[in-house]
């Protein structure tokens, strides 16, 4: 009788043990699949009044997560002749660049006296 109570138990305890086990591969296999997605990054960090690159770099026809961190002040920006706009509200988004050539960045946002020459250039190859 004893050694049937034992028995379960020990069933038992290697069914949770294979359980978490394999919550925890699914738990991993989701983390990894969700950093595939997010894929490359285009970060613009901003501060009174430019962006913390001369030039930034992507690869045409992949799809990048562009971002915008206000480090100093309050600023927008966008990159001419795409739909690329972020603020505060939209810190960032996807965008796939296309088209091959160098693009204008600039602030849209009227932030202070060096507004005007807040600009940066984004390089797409
Ligand atoms: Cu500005």
Same mark, same amino acid.
């Given at each position: 009788?004893? @050694?049937?109570?034992? *028995?379960? $138990? *020990?069933? +038992?305890?290697? $069914? $949770?043990g294979t359980g978490v086990l394999f919550q925890n591969i699914s738990v991993r296999q989701a983390e990894m699949a969700k950093e595939e &997605? &997010? !894929?490359?990054? $285009? @970060? *613009?960090?901003a501060t009174n009044y430019k962006f913390d690159q &001369?030039?930034?770099? +992507?690869?045409? !026809?992949e799809k990048v997560t562009v971002s915008l961190l206000n480090k100093e002040g309050l600023h927008a920006m966008e990159v001419v002749g795409t739909s690329v706009k972020l603020?505060?509200?939209?810190?960032s988004m996807e965008f796939t660049f296309d088209k091959p050539g160098e693009y204008e960045v600039h602030c849209t946002l009227p932030c202070g006296p060096g507004h005007a020459d807040m600009k940066t250039k984004l390089i797409v190859e």
């Open positions: 009788m004893q @050694k049937w109570i034992m *028995f379960s $138990l *020990f069933i +038992v305890a290697c $069914l $949770l &997605a &997010a !894929g490359p990054t $285009l @970060k *613009f960090v &001369a030039e930034y770099k +992507v690869k045409a !026809g603020d505060n509200n939209t810190k």
